[in-house]
């Protein structure tokens, strides 16, 4: 465990050290004065009731996450799809891996390091952010921290498939393929709620398919769903089917077993990394 | 090989292979370095001579065959805390200073924390890197990387240190402080396993060598042995009668260049009795040159008589 947590530690303190986190600290300030200020707007406009703020509110903040969830997935791809590639293409891992260190704690100490700073992130431009709303408009949703969990989670999906890539293949190669992946996932998803609408099983089987082979679509909408205020839910099923295919609106949390096949996905790629990285002649 | 034999050696090696795909870059590589030994290990481009090293510190996986480090298979764990290893083609993390990168490698090692200002400080000092401890190693130049490699390899006073192309980036001073640092961990008791094109390198402060090519040893032993007990010698000679060549030939292997001849094989004590009969027929002698093959030559010869 000591070899897991040095790597960890030094994964956090290179994304320190080359200015990875004070460039995405400094725009993320940025972008949340920006938009709180954005938000402060809302009451001001004419005619406006503290209702229609309200709802303004939550789906600006709908609007708001996915944007920080896109920053955090792809921001997680890029760092770790060249994790483990970079350094055996530059020759750190062939400095490191001969010492007492098995390649499954190298491994699993930079998914730690990694994990630490999306969670980092989601939690600290997260709660900023729904701060500022607050200070702006009077409006916070309903589950705050479940919401920024599943954000995290989200990234820390699309991390794992990043840094299981990159065992094997190019950094960029590695990057590109789990963005494809990202964004099939979350077409996959519109497919799902289209499906699902209009009872078509085919599509549903085709969105239900692509939720469990990439996670990050039905991650994202269990952070969708904690961010909708109850009065907005009940609205948003009486419209029907209205609401087809909006990728911002979710009926339902994630249902506890399909967390729990996240949880089992992670784990599954994990050992699937450990066992690639392991099988590899450096 | 029984354990207890391995055991007493550094590194042995029992028929390891390695086949990348198609490509074979080891076939059946035995060998053993001795404790406390310099053992050079040579060999032409392709030879596999880095796949070997790779395998020995576990980097790479062997197709066939075995091979213990410090009386241990190669990858256990424990063992790797008494192994150095300076890789061929590396790079440390830019973003580190060259103190950090050492610290680095001592909590890598397992090693009692309060070990490391004076390890991290010794192997600085060795290498003369102890100005620029608090530099970046993004700054550092190629050679000044290779220096800082070899501290790191040092660290924790190893029992076995393989180096591999120690000296490909350095100039001439750094070559020599390099031998020096290999003479000083020998001194030690640390066995060090030398991978090296420069061939004068390895003549100069290896014990013992292994050649290799195409995956295999074609020849080891100590210098003297791989190089031949009996020398050579050179005569310049003019006057000598047609005949008189020909019955020169109990003297050892006669390569015929003019007025110059080239006795192979010959005990030096034979010298003047192969003058005195160049003499008496009828020869004048203007010059005698023991001529000392140097490792170049003799592995040169290794190669061609593989290839035929």
């Known amino acids: 465990m000591t070899q897991v947590l040095t790597i960890a530690r030094l994964t956090i303190l290179e994304a320190s050290r080359r200015k990875l986190l004070l460039a995405l600290g400094i725009l993320t300030v940025v972008v949340i004065v920006l938009t709180s200020w954005g938000f402060s707007r809302l009451p001001t406009m004419s005619g406006v009731t503290p209702a229609e703020v309200r709802l303004a509110s939550s789906q600006l903040t709908i609007l708001v996450a996915f944007m920080f969830s896109g920053v955090l997935a792809l921001g997680s791809t890029l760092v770790a799809a060249p994790s483990i590639a970079s350094d ?24 730690l390091g990694l994990a630490v700073l999306v969670g980092i992130y989601a939690a600290g431009s997260g709660l900023l952010e729904l701060l500022g709303i607050w200070l702006a408009t009077g409006y916070t949703p309903p589950n705050p921290v479940a919401a920024l969990t599943f954000v995290a989670a989200e990234g820390i999906v699309l991390m794992t498939l990043a840094l299981l890539l990159s065992t094997r293949l190019a950094p960029m190669t590695g990057g590109v393929i789990a963005l494809v992946f990202f964004f099939v996932a979350w077409i996959g998803g519109i497919a799902l709620a289209i499906g699902q609408t209009f009872a078509n099983d085919t599509i549903i089987n085709i969105g239900v398919g692509s939720r469990l082979l990439i996670p990050t679509d ?49 784990a599954g790629l994990l050992a699937l990394a450990n066992v690639s990285f392991a099988r590899r002649d450096l | 090989m029984e354990a207890a034999d391995a055991a007493s050696l550094a590194v042995h090696t029992q028929d390891l292979a390695k086949r990348y795909g198609k490509t074979v870059a080891l076939s059946g590589l035995t060998m053993s370095v001795r404790r ?13 001579k ?26 256990d764990l424990q063992t790797r805390r008494r192994l150095g290893y300076l890789p061929e083609l590396f790079r440390y993390q830019g ?27 010794s192997a600085l000092e060795l290498v003369g890197l102890s100005d620029r401890a608090d530099d970046k190693v993004e700054g550092f130049s190629k050679g000044m990387q290779q220096r800082l490699g070899l501290g790191v390899a040092l660290l924790g006073r190893p029992e076995l240190v393989l180096l591999d192309e120690p000296t490909s ?76 060549r020909a019955g020169l030939g109990e003297f050892g292997s006669l390569e015929d260049e003019g007025e110059w001849l080239t006795f192979r094989g010959l005990p030096s004590e034979r010298v003047p009795q192969l003058v005195a009969e160049i003499v008496r027929q009828g020869g004048r002698v203007y010059a005698v040159e023991p001529r000392h093959e140097t490792l170049e030559d003799r592995f040169l010869q290794l190669l061609k008589e593989q290839d035929q």
């Open chain 1, 88 to 111: 055996i293409e530059s020759g750190i891992a062939l400095a490191i891996l001969p010492r007492p260190i098995r390649r499954s704690q190298l491994l699993m100490g930079k998914w």
């Open chain 2, 50 to 75: 880095t796949t070997a090293v790779k395998l020995l510190v576990g980097l790479a996986h062997p197709t066939a065959g075995e091979a213990w480090v410090l009386g241990a298979p190669v990858g």
């Open chain 2, 95 to 121: 973003w580190m200073k060259a103190r950090e990168v050492l610290g680095l490698h001592c909590e890598l090692s397992r090693m009692p924390r309060s070990d490391w200002n004076a390890e991290i400080a």
């Open chain 2, 169 to 244: 980036a350095l100039d001439p001073v750094g070559r020599h402080d390099v031998r020096e640092i290999i003479r000083t961990l020998k001194a030690r008791g640390t066995a060090v396993f030398l991978n090296s094109h420069l061939l004068t390198e390895v003549e100069q402060i290896c014990d013992r060598l292994a050649v290799v090519d195409h995956g295999r040893v074609i020849a080891t032993g100590t210098m003297a042995q791989i190089l031949g007990q009996d020398g050579a010698v050179r005569v310049r000679v003019t006057g000598l009668p047609a005949g008189g």
């Open chain 2, 36 to 48: 406390a030994e310099v053992f050079g290990f040579l060999g032409p481009n392709g030879a596999g």
């Open chain 1, 218 to 266: 039905g991650l994202w909408h269990g952070a969708i769903f904690y961010l909708e205020p109850t009065d907005f839910l009940a609205a948003a099923r009486a419209a029907g089917r209205a609401r087809a295919g909006n990728p911002f609106f979710a009926d339902q949390p994630p249902p506890a077993i399909y967390v729990g096949w996240v949880i089992a996905w992670l």
